[in-house]
């Protein structure tokens, strides 16, 4: 998050989570790929439908927030923002 504010001026925010998105998935499909290439569509629909569901609300949408956040408030604010999640977590652990 330190280093993302430069890219996010140059870029811009939307584009930088489309790029960040992409990478994620390639890399995701050459894992997957590795293992066993047809299981990647022998699933349920159900299994796509709850994955699509995952990676929206869970990465893409969480991922284009942090990127606006830096495009407002800066990459340090962010950062220290971010770090309050774990804390926490580990807090009422």
Do not use: D, W
Request: charged share 5%.
């Amino acid at each position: 998050m330190i280093g993302s504010g430069e890219m996010v001026r140059h870029i811009g925010s939307v584009r930088l989570v489309v790029l960040a998105s992409s990478a994620s998935a390639v890399l995701s499909l050459m894992q997957s790929s590795l293992y066993k290439t047809s299981a990647i569509f022998e699933q349920s629909a159900q299994a796509y439908l709850l994955s699509l569901l995952n990676a929206s609300l869970c990465a893409a949408i969480p991922m284009l927030l942090i990127m606006i956040a830096i495009n407002r408030i800066g990459s340090p604010l962010v950062a220290q923002a971010g770090i309050l999640g774990p804390v926490s977590t580990i807090f009422l652990g």
